[in-house]
T-cell receptor, first 115, second 114 residues
Framework: QQPVQSPQAVILREGEDAVINCSSS?????VHWYRQKHGEAPVFLMI?????EQKGHEKISASFNEKKQQSSLYLTASQLSYSGTYFC????????????????FGQGTILTVHP | DAGVIQSPRHEVTEMGQEVTLRCKPI?????LFWYRQTMMRGLELLIY????????DSGMPEDRFSAKMPNASFSTLKIQPSEPRDSAVYFC????????????FGPGTRLTVT
């Protein structure tokens, strides 16, 4: 089932902060964040595992609350290069703990940073 | 090192025609994924392979879609016959099986079916 991202779009000025949320109605094992610039392919940013929080990229960090089945991506002191569409991808596992080995992506959040 | 290579980059075809999309994964990667991206449905996983073996094709929309991976360096996604609703950007991505989540995407093939 596709995770839900919010907001759908964010407009910022350089230096401002933003938070992008990703939530699922199903139990998650991990959450993955990707960024896609216009006309380009998605690029992996970071992975968050159950019980962990990981900073992966520049001034971009994220958290994962497995009880709430939610993840948030934090962009601080935004730069023009942060503009793009951010996708969360969620991983589920079966009852035996085996990964399905695939991601289900949210609809994306369009982030626009202006000078 | 070269990234994931996809061809063609753009394809325009008429309804009913056969379309074949090609992908060369990053050398050494042993997992390969085919995605489709549309405005309406977002980024959807169609099928993925581990060590050239199809693992999950539950995302393949219909029997008109088929994918093969004859060796570690080449994969195809075929649509036959194509329909206008197949118009989308098709991405191929590859990864190491041990880090399957860190996927490297190709530039995509923009398919337009008229």
């Amino acid at each position: 089932q596709q995770p839900v991202q919010s907001p759908q779009a964010v407009i910022l000025r350089e230096g401002e902060d933003a938070v992008i949320n990703c939530s699922s109605s199903k139990a998650l094992y991990s959450v993955h964040w990707y960024r896609q610039k216009h006309g380009e392919a998605p690029v992996f940013l970071m992975i968050l595992l159950k019980g962990g929080e990981q900073k992966g990229h520049e001034k971009i960090s994220a958290s994962f609350n497995e009880k709430k089945q939610q993840s948030s991506l934090y962009l601080t002191a935004s730069q023009l290069s942060y503009s793009g569409t951010y996708f969360c991808g969620t991983e589920m596992r079966n009852a035996g703990g085996t990964s399905y080995g695939k991601l289900t992506f949210g609809q994306g959040t369009i982030l626009t940073v202006h000078p | 090192d070269a990234g994931v290579i996809q061809s063609p980059r753009h394809e325009v075809t008429e309804m009913g025609q056969e379309v074949t999309l090609r992908c060369k994964p990053i050398s050494g990667h042993n997992s390969l994924f085919w995605y489709r991206q549309t405005m309406m449905r977002g980024l959807e996983l169609l099928i993925y392979f581990n060590n050239n073996v199809p693992i999950d094709d539950s995302g393949m929309p219909e029997d008109r879609f088929s994918a093969k991976m004859p060796n570690a360096s080449f994969s195809t996604l075929k649509i036959q016959p194509s329909e206008p609703r197949d118009s989308a950007v098709y991405f191929c991505a590859s990864s190491l099986l041990s880090r399957w989540y860190e996927q490297y995407f190709g530039p995509g093939t923009r398919l337009t079916v008229t």
